[in-house]
Nanobody, 126 residues
Framework: QVQLVESGGGLVQAGGSLRLSCAAS????????AGWFRQAPGKEREFVAR????????DYADSVKGRFTVFREDAGNTVFLQMNSLKPDDAAVYYC???????????????????WGQGTQVIVSS
């Protein structure tokens, strides 16, 4: 079992920045990838970013490339999502997820993630 707890959401003006955190506990040594997804009201949950748990390889949705950065610090059990130049379209509930499988091909697919956090809300005012 893996537990994921997100934090860091809030209200920010367009053009501003937020840093989201995802604290993992439990069998973290079995995590292969950590992903960030988001879901706006009335929309499907969508992929935002992913990082390999061990090597730091990253992947981003086109809509956030160049503005968002996913990273871990000092091999700890927390994954961060640094969000810069925020736009009103970035407003959503942001979820952290863990993929326990070593050979996942499609890291953008929600179905490939095994554990999810409760989400943290981001509001962007224009």
């Amino acid at each position: 079992q893996v537990q994921l707890v997100e934090s860091g959401g809030g209200l920010v003006q367009a053009g501003g920045s937020l840093r989201l955190s995802c604290a993992a506990s439990g069998r973290t040594f079995s995590i292969y990838h950590a992903g960030w997804f988001r879901q706006a009201p009335g929309k499907e949950r969508e992929f935002v970013a992913r990082i390999t748990w061990s090597g730091g390889s990253t992947d981003y949705a086109d809509s956030v490339k160049g503005r968002f950065t996913v990273f871990r610090e000092d091999a700890g059990n927390t994954v961060f999502l640094q969000m810069n130049s925020l736009k009103p379209d970035d407003a959503a509930v942001y979820y952290c997820a863990a993929d326990m499988k070593p050979y996942t091909i499609d890291g953008h697919n929600i179905a490939n993630y095994d554990y999810w956090g409760q989400g943290t809300q981001v509001i962007v005012s224009s």
